[in-house]
């Protein structure tokens, strides 16, 4: 459907429609409107996220718009902190992601356990060492789950 609508605005049609995806909204819009405060706030998506807009729209208790990261983040009670290091930005910003919903930061330090991803992208390994033992798992769900049972 988008890819759809971005046709038509490349042959000089102007189109206007609401979404609720503000993700895909910030991707393919070239101007936006947002109700706030009982006023209207418009201009290309990425002044909106510069003037504070999504912020301010979307501020709720335990939850904030990442404007840095274009994206919702959870903000529940954080439960420990790991230390994460991976060769690949994919694996390392997936992981992380992993990691924050379930109530990590990254920090610092040798108190802390640390969450190695090593390998290739196509069979990636997550190794996490805590108290002098490794912990191996073939996926950021068995990493979870292990973490989750660690709580």
């Known amino acids: 459907m988008i890819h759809l609508l971005m046709e038509f605005r490349d042959r000089g049609k102007t189109l206007l429609y609401s979404t609720h995806d503000l993700d895909m909204a910030l991707s393919s819009c070239d101007r936006m409107w947002a109700l706030l405060d009982g006023r209207v706030e418009?201009?290309?998506?990425?002044?909106?996220?510069?003037?504070?807009?999504?912020?301010?729209?979307?501020?709720?208790?335990?939850?904030?718009?990442?404007?840095?990261?274009?994206?919702?983040?959870?903000?529940?009670?954080?439960?420990?902190?790991?230390?994460?290091?991976?060769?690949?930005?994919?694996?390392?910003?997936?992981?992380?992601?992993?990691?924050?919903?379930?109530?990590?930061?990254?920090?610092?330090?040798?108190?802390?356990?640390?969450?190695?991803?090593?390998?290739?992208?196509?069979?990636?390994?997550?190794?996490v060492e805590k108290g002098g033992v490794e912990f191996r798992f073939d996926s950021i769900g068995g990493l979870a789950r292990f973490l989750q049972r660690e709580e």
């Open 42 to 127: 418009s201009g290309a998506p990425e002044d909106l996220g510069l003037t504070g807009v999504y912020d301010r729209l979307f501020a709720r208790e335990n939850m904030v718009f990442d404007s840095g990261e274009r994206r919702f983040r959870w903000l529940g009670p954080v439960c420990g902190q790991v230390r994460l290091s991976s060769g690949d930005p994919r694996l390392h910003v997936w992981t992380l992601r992993a990691l924050q919903r379930l109530g990590y930061e990254e920090g610092a330090g040798e108190a802390i356990p640390h969450i190695r991803v090593i390998g290739p992208i196509a069979r990636p390994e997550w190794v």
